[in-house]
């Protein structure tokens, strides 16, 4: 499968972005999704998973309430609606699918198909 991410950009401390990922190739239900980021300098870092069917989603804790990912088999995407956005936010965003975990995976090893990233910076 091939992913594209977009919807990155410049925001403002406290706006919303909402980031796609679209996918080709191989039937889209098959695979658990997730978005993970990485700032500059520093390691890739988990950011939330969706289950194939969309059922199911964890996010990790210090985003919960702000961050919420989704998913539209019919379209073959998968998303990451962005909310009270900070500056350490700021990180190059990426899409990932996995065929071993139809459930979704925290863990970025688990992950066989990455997007190319999609930069997101707040200013504050």
């Known amino acids: 499968v091939q992913l594209q991410a977009s919807g990155g950009g410049l925001v403002q401390a406290g706006g919303s972005l909402r980031l796609s990922c679209a996918a080709s190739?191989?039937?889209?239900?098959?695979?658990?999704m997730g978005w993970f980021r990485q700032a500059p300098g520093k390691e890739r870092e988990f950011v939330g998973t969706i289950n194939w069917s969309g059922s199911f989603t964890y996010h990790t804790k210090s985003l919960e309430g702000r961050f919420t990912i989704s998913r539209d088999n019919d379209k073959n995407a998968v998303y990451l609606q962005m909310n009270s956005l900070k500056p350490e936010d700021t990180a190059v965003y990426y899409c990932?699918?996995?065929?071993?975990?139809?459930?979704?995976?925290?863990?970025?090893?688990?992950?066989?198909?990455w997007g190319q990233g999609t930069l997101v910076t707040v200013s504050s």
């Open positions: 990932a699918a996995t065929r071993s975990a139809l459930s979704g995976s925290t863990s970025a090893d688990r992950y066989d198909y």
């Open positions: 190739g191989s039937a889209f239900s098959g695979y658990g």
